[in-house]
């Protein structure tokens, strides 16, 4: 038993890399003939096809009810990627990595800003509701858009662009630490309520 389960996990992982590696060399031939910068590829395009295998993972483990698989997963796989991959790529690359300027302007803020919004989400009974997961979809829908307005040099991309990072990822995160506020409030309260027996 040991040595099938084994063996499944490996080909599991086998089949998980030549399929993103697939997606990502098809998506990427397709998004350069469309002549979009290679920046917008790897935010848009690699992201989602090394992501799918975790997508993938988590989706099982939520159904399966194991939760902390699937958020070991998220937070595990962000401090690899940052950490690991970042660094040994700039070790064994023969050259310096250098970080486009419209990447410290607007996506780093945003992937810090949507890091700290999630932290109220978190401790708000220790649950991640549908709706909040519906926020963090919506956000991942406008952060596309932006991309791809950005990729074509359309005019209302430094508008959607302000919009986002200004006000409506400030204002969520507002939101959702005073939800997270007034339910540990509301919690260290109800805690405070000592029983009286007569």
């Not at 599991?12 to 399929?19: R, S």
């Not at 962000?78 to 950490?83: M, S, V």
């Amino acid at each position: 038993m040991t040595a099938l389960t084994l063996a499944r996990l490996v080909i599991g992982i086998a089949l998980l890399v030549l399929g993103a590696e697939l997606l990502v060399r098809g998506a990427s031939r397709l998004a350069r003939m469309l002549g979009i910068t290679p920046l917008i590829i790897g935010l848009t395009v690699v992201a989602f096809g090394t992501s799918a295998p975790e997508l993938a993972v988590s989706m099982s483990a939520a159904f399966s009810g194991q939760a902390d698989i699937t958020m070991g997963n998220v937070v595990g796989s962000n401090i690899f990627n940052i950490l690991f991959v970042l660094g040994i790529t700039s070790v064994l690359s023969p050259e310096t990595l250098r970080v486009a300027t419209s990447a410290l302007t607007f996506d780093l803020p945003f992937m810090i800003a949507v890091a700290v919004a999630c932290l109220p989400i978190f401790f708000t009974g220790y649950t991640i509701d549908r709706w909040e997961g519906f926020v963090f979809l919506l956000f991942y829908v406008a952060y596309t858009v932006y991309l791809v307005l950005h990729g074509i040099a359309h005019d209302a991309a430094p508008v959607l662009g302000h919009v986002m990072l200004l006000y409506v990822v400030p204002l969520t995160t507002l939101t959702l630490v005073l939800v997270a506020w007034r339910e540990w409030y509301s919690h260290r309260a109800g805690s405070r309520r000592v029983p009286f027996d007569r």
